[in-house]
T-cell receptor
Framework: DAGVIQSPRHEVTEMGQEVTLRCKPI?????LFWYRQTMMRGLELLIY????????DSGMPEDRFSAKMPNASFSTLKIQPSEPRDSAVYFC???????????FGPGTRLTVL | DAKTTQPNSMESNEEEPVHLPCNHS???????IHWYRQLPSQGPEYVIH?????VNNRMASLAIAEDRKSSTLILHRATLRDAAVYYC?????????????????WGLGTSLAVNP
C-alpha cells in the first residue's frame, strides 16, 4: 500500500485566496483525521471522520475552515479565505477499524503570504 | 482531558540505551498510553502503546509505572535514525465503551538528539 497520500505537498498562496488540501487514506481504513502543526502550538487535531461522517470538529479554528469526506477514499480540508496565521503543516492520518494506531501522510506545507 | 508532561529535549549517544520519560498524573483508568515519533520533515509514526503492563515490540519497549502516573519509552540501542521528536499521548476515552472516540491528546514531545 502507498500509505496516506496528501496533495499538494507544498502550497503558497496569498491572503484571501481559497486553499484546498486533499487526502487519500489507506484503503480499508475507516477513520480519517486532519491535523495542523505549527512551532508555537504543536500538533492540533482539527477534525476526524468515521465512515465518512464527521465525529468531532471541535478543533476547527473558525468558520473559514471546512472539511468534507464524500467517500471512503477521499477527503478535503478547505480554508476560505486564507490568512497568514493559517500557515502551517497540515497532516492527514487514517486508522484501521478497531485500532487506535494512526498512519500519517507526509503533510502539506501551507504558506499564506 | 488528561495531559502529559515530557522534557523538551534529550541527548544520547549512538548505540546506547535511551529512556524517554513521560508524566501523566491525571490519567484515568481507561486511558491508553501511546508513543509516536516524528522524524524531520515527516509525519508522526506509531511506536508503541499500552494500558497497564509493560510492552515490547521491534522498535522499543514501554515501561508503565504501577500507579500509571508515568511511563518510559526505552530505545535499547539508539541509532542516528532515532533522532526525532517523541510524543507521549493519552487516548481519551470518556467511558468504558469508547464507541467511535479515537481522539488522541498530543503534547509538545521530547526532541531526541543522537550523537555519533
Amino acid at each position: 500500500d502507498a500509505g496516506v497520500i496528501q496533495s499538494p505537498r507544498h502550497e503558497v498562496t496569498e491572503m484571501g485566496q481559497e486553499v484546498t488540501l486533499r487526502c487519500k487514506p489507506i484503503s480499508g481504513h475507516d477513520y480519517l483525521f486532519w491535523y495542523r502543526q505549527t512551532m508555537m502550538r504543536g500538533l492540533e487535531l482539527l477534525i476526524y471522520f468515521n465512515n465518512n461522517v464527521p465525529i468531532d470538529d471541535s478543533g476547527m479554528p473558525e468558520d473559514r475552515f471546512s472539511a468534507k469526506m464524500p467517500n471512503a477514499s477521499f477527503s478535503t480540508l478547505k480554508i476560505q479565505p486564507s490568512e497568514p496565521r493559517d500557515s502551517a503543516v497540515y497532516f492527514c492520518a487514517s486508522s484501521l477499524p478497531g485500532t487506535d494506531t494512526q498512519y500519517f501522510g507526509p503533510g502539506t506545507r501551507l504558506t499564506v503570504l | 482531558d488528561a495531559k502529559t508532561t515530557q522534557p523538551n529535549s534529550m541527548e544520547s549517544n549512538e548505540e546506547e540505551p535511551v529512556h524517554l520519560p513521560c508524566n501523566h498524573s491525571t490519567i484515568s483508568g481507561t486511558d491508553y498510553i501511546h508513543w509516536y515519533r516524528q522524524l524531520p520533515s515527516q509525519g508522526p509514526e506509531y511506536v508503541i502503546h499500552g494500558l497497564t503492563s509493560n510492552v515490547n515490540n521491534r522498535m522499543a519497549s514501554l515501561a508503565i509505572a504501577e500507579d500509571r502516573k508515568s511511563s518510559t519509552l526505552i530505545l535499547h540501542r539508539a541509532t542516528l535514525r532515532d533522532a526525532a521528536v517523541y510524543y507521549c499521548i493519552l487516548r481519551h476515552t470518556p467511558g468504558y465503551n469508547a464507541g467511535n472516540n479515537r481522539k488522541l491528546i498530543w503534547g509538545l514531545g521530547t526532541s531526541l538528539a543522537v550523537n555519533p
